[in-house]
Nanobody
Framework: QVQLVESGGGLVQAGGSLRLSCAAS????????MAWFRQAPGKERELVAA????????SYADSVKGRFTISSDNAKKTVSLQMNSLKPEDTGVYYC????????????????WGQGTQVTVSS
């Protein structure tokens, strides 16, 4: 049984930082692409950052480039998202997701999802 469990969300002021973590179990972690999506109220779920654990390629949404960093630890089966210089528009529920191959942009291409963690950035 695959489980992805997120942690680290919360309330932060604009300009602040948060670090999200996702602990994976039940899958061969190092063969997957791990990603972070977010969904704001009334908006579609969007890809924020992804990391192909086989080739170590990473991809970021333009809106977070230079501010967010995705990293992974194969031994601990965790993927993290360091978020700096947070803006109110970064507010949303952040989801950890796993895909078997590539770095898909569409949520439908991901095979497993966490339950989400709320990030709220106040102005």
């Amino acid at each position: 049984q695959v489980q992805l469990v997120e942690s680290g969300g919360g309330l932060v002021q604009a300009g602040g930082s948060l670090r999200l973590s996702c602990a994976a179990s039940g899958l061969t972690f190092s063969t997957y692409t791990m990603a972070w999506f977010r969904q704001a109220p009334g908006k579609e779920r969007e890809l924020v950052a992804a990391r192909d654990l086989i080739g170590s390629r990473t991809s970021y949404a333009d809106s977070v480039k230079g501010r967010f960093t995705i990293s992974s630890d194969n031994a601990k089966k965790t993927v993290s998202l360091q978020m700096n210089s947070l803006k109110p528009e970064d507010t949303g529920v952040y989801y950890c997701a796993a895909a078997r191959q590539g770095i898909p942009l569409l949520p439908s291409r991901y095979d497993y999802w966490g339950q989400g963690t709320q990030v709220t950035v106040s102005s």
